[in-house]
Each structure stands twice: as C-alpha cells, then as structure tokens.
C-alpha cells in the first residue's frame, strides 16, 4: 500500500498561480504512474493529469492543458502540479492518486489505486 499526502492548496485570485506537491511514501516502487484528479461542490470527480512514472509521459485533461504542468521528482518520490492562470471554476478539492499496474492511459479513476486525502484549491474572481 502507498501512502500520499498532498499540501500547497490554498486560495488564490484569478490569473494567480499555486503549485501542489504529493509525497508518496510505502510500497513506492511498485509505482507506474501517478496523477492529480479534483472534485467541485455538487460536481462529479474529474481527472486533471497523469505522469507516468518511468517514461514521463504527460496527460492532461482539455480544460487545464497549457495552464496546468505535473512533473514528478523520483528521488523524493514526489509528484507536482503547477497551475498557472488560475479560474474560479479551478475551485475544488484536489487530489494526488498513484498507480501500481500497467494501463494504456491513465485518466480514469479506476487506473489508480491510491488516493490522497485532498488539499482545497480556492480561486477568486
């Protein structure tokens, strides 16, 4: 099992940036990829990104991509996400998840077994 904890939420006005970090800590090596999903009041969970972890191969949903950049630190087993030109409809609970098997692409909720608790990302107009 692997544990994450995420952190580098806070509030924001619009246009700001905010940069969250995921450490991963536990059965690390077993990991193929890792990612940032996110979920607003009274919406549905949406994925963010994904970075696999040994090719770096990026993923990122359309309504982030060019604003949003997941990177990933394999000596601290770290996972990124600079978000840059921040909205008001990037308010939501964000949240790190990691891989431990091969898939084709990982963007689905089900790709990942492990999931952070969530740190709060609040933009203001």
């Known amino acids: 099992q692997v544990q994450l904890v995420e952190s580098g939420g806070g509030l924001v006005q619009a246009g700001g940036s905010l940069r969250l970090s995921c450490v991963a800590s536990g059965r690390t090596l077993s990991t193929y990829a890792m990612g940032w999903f996110r979920q607003a009041p009274g919406k549905e969970r949406e994925f963010v990104a994904s970075?696999?972890?040994?090719?770096?191969?990026?993923l990122y949903a359309d309504s982030v991509k060019d604003r949003f950049t997941i990177s990933r630190d394999d000596a601290k087993n770290t996972v990124f996400l600079q978000m840059n030109s921040l909205k008001p409809e990037d308010t939501a609970v964000y949240y790190c998840v990691q891989a431990d098997r091969f898939e084709k692409d990982y963007i689905r909720s089900s790709d990942f077994r492990s999931w952070g608790q969530g740190t709060q990302v609040t933009v203001s107009s």
């Open positions: 970075i696999r972890w040994r090719s770096v191969i990026t």
